[in-house]
Every structure is written in structure tokens, then in C-alpha cells.
Antibody
Framework: QVQLQESGPGLVKPSETLSLRCSVS????????WSWIRQPPGKGLEWIGY???????NYNPSLESRVTISADTSKNQFSLKLRSVSAADTAVYFC??????????WGQGTLVIVSS | EIVMTQSPAPLSVSPGERATLSCRAS??????LAWYQRKPGQAPRLLIY???TRATGIPARFSGSGSGIEFTLTISSLQSEDFAVYYC?????????FGQGTKLEIK
């Protein structure tokens, strides 16, 4: 059974870079697609982007100028970097496995607050 | 981007009764639609993909239907563990987009 676990700072200052890591067990990130999704407090889910088994990436145009998703296959982890954050980036961030374009496995999520 | 609109919000139903949740797309997404269940403090769980195919381990009381722009998630006989927030998601076009969610409440 595949398991995903997000990790990273829970508090980030405005204008700085949010960095999160997703550790995957039970599957190899060298297969399938691996996404980041977030949910601001009281709002809906927003897809941030994915990295594929081959290392190609695809980002939500609304965030594309600030986002980088990368992978470390030796550790079976993938990461999210979101630059120049503001309070609007406060959210629960999830990592998820994408199979046939739907998300069949998710991490528990990690709350990131942007505040000085 | 495609906007997904869910209704009603919220939905109050008694245990044992049927719940019908709707999702409408701003343009056709064919059958490229998924449904998720989210409970407080838990990760979302995939229920349905391809508009009508149950994901692994999902009980038969959950069913999905629709294509194009109108979709429905039906829970045939509500169990206590089914009270949660439900989201639809289209994956016909990038960026993938989700509905705002329907909270299913105990009546």
C-alpha cells in the first residue's frame, strides 16, 4: 500500500520561499505522476502541479511563475518550492499520487502558515 | 480554466436515506471526472473516477453518473461514516480543477 508523508516548516515569512518534501513508500516515484495540492482555510482544493515518472513537470498557470517541483529518486521523495509567498499561500498542503489523472493516494497534509 | 460548481451546499440527510450530490462543469469535461471524500483531519479519499468507476475498496453504495457538464454522486443508504465533505475534480483540461465542495450533514 502506497503511503505519502509531507514534511517541512509550518511557518514561513512573507516574501520567503515555502519548501516541502513528500516521502513516498510502497511505490516508486519513477512510476506514475506525483502532485502537490493545497487547501486554504475555508476554501476548496487547488492543484499546484505535478512531476512525472520521467521528471517532466506541469504547473497550474496561476502559480507557475513561483513554483518548482523536483524529485530525488534516490530517496523516493519529491519536493515543492513556492517562492515569494504571501498570506494568500497559507494552506494545508497535500502531496498525492496521480493515476489515470485522478489522485488515488494522498498524504495527511501539512499546514503552512505565512506570517511574520 | 474550467470552473466546477457543486450543489447543494450544505446537504442535510438522515442516516439510511439516499444522498444526491451534483457537480457542474463550465464546459464539457467528457467523463474525466473524479469524486473525493474528505473528513476533518484526514486526507481526501478517491471515491469515483471516470465519472462512474468506483475506486478500489469503495463500497457499492457510492455511485457516480453523468458526462459532459453535469455529474452526480449518489450514496444509496447513508452510513454514519459517510458524513463528510465531497469534492468533484475534472481532469479533462489543465489545470485540473476542483469544485468548492458539498458538506453532507446529518439531518
Amino acid at each position: 500500500q502506497v503511503q505519502l508523508q509531507e514534511s517541512g516548516p509550518g511557518l514561513v515569512k512573507p516574501s520567503e520561499t515555502l519548501s516541502l518534501r513528500c516521502s513516498v513508500s510502497g511505490d516508486s516515484i519513477s512510476s506514475n505522476y506525483w502532485s502537490w495540492i493545497r487547501q486554504p482555510p475555508g476554501k476548496g482544493l487547488e492543484w499546484i502541479g505535478y512531476i512525472s515518472y520521467s521528471g517532466s513537470t506541469n504547473y497550474n498557470p496561476s502559480l507557475e511563475s513561483r513554483v518548482t517541483i523536483s524529485a530525488d529518486t534516490s530517496k523516493n521523495q519529491f519536493s515543492l518550492k513556492l517562492r515569494s509567498v504571501s498570506a494568500a499561500d497559507t494552506a494545508v498542503y497535500f502531496c498525492a499520487r496521480e493515476v489515470n489523472k485522478s489522485f488515488d493516494s494522498w498524504g495527511q497534509g501539512t499546514l503552512v502558515i505565512v506570517s511574520s | 480554466e474550467i470552473v466546477m460548481t457543486q450543489s447543494p451546499a450544505p446537504l442535510s440527510v438522515s442516516p439510511g436515506e439516499r444522498a444526491t450530490l451534483s457537480c457542474r462543469a463550465s464546459q464539457s469535461v467528457s467523463n474525466n471526472l473524479a469524486w473525493y471524500q474528505r473528513k476533518p483531519g484526514q486526507a481526501p479519499r478517491l471515491l469515483i473516477y471516470g465519472a462512474s468507476t468506483r475506486a478500489t475498496g469503495i463500497p457499492a453504495r457510492f455511485s457516480g453518473s453523468g458526462s459532459g457538464i453535469e455529474f452526480t454522486l449518489t450514496i444509496s443508504s447513508l452510513q454514519s461514516e459517510d458524513f463528510a465533505v465531497y469534492y468533484c475534480q475534472q481532469y479533462n483540461n489543465w489545470p485540473y480543477t476542483f469544485g468548492q465542495g458539498t458538506k453532507l450533514e446529518i439531518k
